[in-house]
């Protein structure tokens, strides 16, 4: 059973940082895309940035420059770092994790930036 747990998030100013991690069990990150998709309620849920398998990183427009996606294989677990955070980076977060074409997510971490 595979199972995404994400924290880090919470409230800051703008132009602060914070820092999401994602624990996975049940599926190698190392080997697998990974990735971190935003929310805003009523909104379609968006890609922030993806990690392939082949440790390529894309990343929105919107967060390039001030986002950095990273992977501790040792640890299981996929990060982003998130700076210059601005009012609407406001979202909840959700870790993402595909295998085999299988889309695997977390319950997602609330991020707040007050202006």
């Known amino acids: 059973q595979v199972q995404l747990v994400e924290s880090g998030g919470g409230l800051v100013q703008a132009g602060g940082s914070l820092r999401l991690s994602c624990s996975a069990s049940g599926i190698i990150l190392s080997i697998n895309r990974v990735a971190w998709y935003r929310q805003v309620t009523g909104k379609q849920r968006d890609l922030v940035a993806a990690?392939?398998?082949?440790?390529?990183?894309v990343y929105a427009d919107s967060v390039k420059g001030r986002f950095t996606i990273f992977r501790d294989n040792a640890k299981n677990t996929v990060w982003l770092q998130m700076n210059s955070l601005r009012p609407e980076d406001t979202a909840v977060y959700y870790c993402n994790a595909r295998r085999g074409g299988v889309d695997f997510w977390g319950n997602g971490t609330p991020v707040t930036v007050s202006s």
């Open positions: 990690k392939t398998s082949f440790n390529d990183a």
